[in-house]
């Protein structure tokens, strides 16, 4: 028996034009992130499979006036790295919000000097060539500015540092770099920041539940073995962000797995045939896979282990007078004694 869920994914002139111009048969569970705007969980006998899939090229649309009942009307937002795919689908989203792009954005370095139209709005790119003090300039013009950046993994840090010496608030969307490194350069020096490896919102919520999951019922997984196998656009250098927290919570739930480990899954023929993926979305999509295996091939093992587990933890609770007298196996994975 089986049940299946489903679950659906004013242009500004400045008085600077040089500045703006411009499956074995052991209990098992496989788990998958990644594509088009849908997430799919069945649950089997012993299996356990969940999907949500993100593999979308935004459609970049024309500028529209921003709604006058919008409540963020005014508020200006620098999108760095606006000539990548994430930064341009965010100037989408951020003019539909009723945000301002402002018409200036951080490069890479031969790039800079160019002007590329975005959302119908013609934005200056600069390269790292006096960054402080056009950002100075741009927060001096803009004073609620909000930096958004979807740069490159290798300037994360140094993009943060700039950030708060300017003093100005930001969002990180790149992944990688040094996180430690970000958060103490954010917390020196007390500007506001929101710091994520995944800004998707039904990708969080995953997340999430994966977090209170690894907090509630520690090592509930170990023994298991993991297979992790992850993809995405071959523009991608680096391991996703995504796949760092969902490890670290299978981390928590004691299973043994090292970030070299992942599979990295690049090769766009590979991802066809693997996993399926539109040849349209090969540009731009997400796909992870998250495999457990459980260490027994007898399925009514794990029932009999947690029946055991069940039983030492109801014989400490009568040794220690415990008031509570009824129980359930969601207080005994609470306990994390896992055996």
Known sequence: MASVLRVPAKIFQQDNPTLFSGGRRQNSAALFSGGAGRSCSVFGRQKLATRISSMSTPKIQHLEKPSASSQHLGLPIMVNGCNGKMGRAVIQAAVSAGLHPVPVSFSRAEESGQTVEVCGKEIKLHGPSGRENILAFVVDEYPNLIV????????VNDNAELYCKVGVPFVMGTTSGDRERVYKTVKDSNVYAVISPQMGKQVVAFLAAMEIMAEQFPRAFSGYSLQVMEFHQA????????????????QKLGVSFELDQIQQIRDPKQQVEMVGVPEEYLNGHAFHMYHLTSPDEQNISIYAEGTVDATIFLAKKIQSGAEQRIYNMIDVLREGNMR
Do not use: N, R
């Open 235 to 250: 523009s991608k250098l680096d391991i996703s962000g995504t796949a760092k927290a969902v490890i670290s919570c299978f």
């Open 148 to 155: 958004v950046d979807y740069t490159v993994p290798d300037v």
